[in-house]
C-alpha cells in the first residue's frame, strides 16, 4: 500500500458527461501529479499541483481540470467526455516538487466512457 | 519521436533466467531515472532509483545508467513467476522549471514462466 487514495476505483459513464475524481495524498506530501494510462499512449503526466498551486502541465485537454484542496487532497474534472477518454487515471505524490522526488502512485481509477 | 522508448514486449523467459530490460530517451537534461513494476490493474510501484550515470543493485535487481548513449537498463537475476508485471522506466528532468513529473516509457511485459 502507497499511502496515496483514490476514489473511484471503476467509473462508467456516457459519453458528454461529466465526473470527478479523488486523490489523497500520503501523509506530509505537498506534491499531487495526475496521469493517464491508456493501451496506445502509455503512461502521460497531466498535471502537478504543489501545496495548492499548479506546477506544471502536460498535453492536459482543455476539457479536463483539476484543483488541489487546502487539505491537500486533490479532484480531476473530466468534462464533455469521449469514448478516448476512457483509461486508468493515476494520482501520484511526492513530498516536494523537484525533478528527482519519489513519488508513491494510487491504486487508480479505471474509467470507462461509453 | 516520444522522448522515451522502450519495447513493449511481450517478452516470455523460464523461471530462473536473465532479464534484461531496456529503454532509451532522447532529452539530455534528463537526471533521475527510474523503473517501476505495475501489476495488472495495479498502480505502478518504484524498485529502483538512480541519479545520473552508474550502477545501483538492489538484490536481484540491478539498474544501469549510461548517459552518453542515453540508455538505461535493469536487470532482473534469478527470475521468478512473481516478477510477472509490466516494466516501465521513467525519467525526470533537474531544471529551472522546478518540476518533478515524470516521462515514462511504454512499458515491457513480462512473463516468467514456472
Known amino acids: 500500500d502507497s499511502g496515496v487514495t483514490q476514489t473511484p476505483k471503476h467509473l462508467i459513464t456516457a459519453t458528454g458527461q461529466r465526473v470527478t475524481l479523488r486523490c489523497s495524498p500520503r501523509?506530509?506530501?505537498?506534491?499531487v501529479y495526475w496521469y493517464q494510462q491508456s493501451l496506445d499512449q502509455g503512461l502521460q503526466f497531466l498535471i502537478q499541483?504543489?501545496?495548492?498551486?499548479?506546477?506544471a502541465k502536460g498535453n492536459i485537454l482543455e476539457r479536463f481540470s483539476a484543483q488541489q484542496f487546502p487539505d491537500l487532497h486533490s479532484e480531476l474534472n473530466l468534462s464533455s467526455l469521449e469514448l478516448g477518454d476512457s483509461a486508468l487515471y493515476f494520482c501520484?505524490?511526492?513530498?516536494?516538487?523537484?525533478?528527482?522526488?519519489?513519488?508513491?502512485f494510487g491504486p487508480g481509477t479505471r474509467l470507462l466512457v461509453l | 519521436q516520444k522522448e522515451v522508448e522502450q519495447d513493449p514486449g511481450p517478452l516470455s523467459v523460464p523461471e530462473g533466467a536473465i532479464v534484461s530490460l531496456n529503454c532509451t530517451y532522447s532529452?539530455?537534461?534528463?537526471?533521475?531515472f527510474m523503473w517501476y513494476r505495475q501489476y495488472s490493474r495495479k498502480g505502478p510501484e518504484l524498485l529502483m532509483y538512480?541519479?545520473?550515470?552508474g550502477n545501483k543493485e538492489d538484490g536481484r535487481f540491478t539498474a544501469q545508467v549510461d548517459k552518453s548513449s542515453k540508455y538505461i537498463s535493469l536487470f532482473i537475476r534469478d527470475s521468478q513467476p512473481s516478477d510477472s508485471a509490466t516494466y516501465l522506466c521513467?525519467?525526470?528532468?533537474?531544471?529551472?522549471?522546478?518540476?518533478?513529473?515524470?516521462?515514462f516509457g511504454q512499458g515491457t511485459t513480462l512473463q516468467v514462466k514456472p
Open positions: 501523509s506530509g506530501d505537498l506534491s
Open positions: 538512480t541519479y545520473s550515470s
Open positions: 499541483y504543489y501545496n495548492g498551486e499548479e506546477r
Open positions: 501520484a505524490s511526492s513530498v516536494g516538487l523537484a525533478g528527482g522526488e519519489t513519488q508513491y
Open positions: 521513467a525519467m525526470s528532468a533537474r531544471g529551472s522549471s522546478n518540476t518533478g513529473k515524470l516521462i
Open positions: 532529452n539530455s537534461a534528463f537526471q533521475y
